[in-house]
């Protein structure tokens, strides 16, 4: 009859610390914010068939530049004319899809 020992066998105690750790890292990882200049404008989006607009506004005391990005279904995708919003005020940025099925997503890409 053989029998082995094995030494290296997570102990429970081990196995917790390990799971807390990653968690707490984890944890601090997904609800860390993002940068400010990740979220500065704030945008809606029109979608119109194979065209697409975002008028974002800005809370800000200084000037920023964004565009649209299009996702096209069946179509490469396409981005619109970069626009430039004053302080205050609002701006407007908008592509169209040159085919396929028409626009799928619309995003913003913030300068």
Known sequence: MLTRTYHNVVTPRWWRTTVALTAAALGATLIAPLPA????????????????????????????TFRAVITCGWWPDTKG???????GQRATSSGKCGGGSGVGAVGVDER
Do not use: K, M, Y
């Not at 119109?48 to 975002?54: E, K």
């Open 81 to 87: 004319n970069w626009a430039t919003v004053a302080p």
């Open 37 to 64: 200049e990740a979220r500065v404008l704030r945008c809606s989006d029109r979608i119109d068939g194979h065209f697409a607009s975002v008028t974002c506004h800005n809370p800000t005391r200084q000037s920023r």
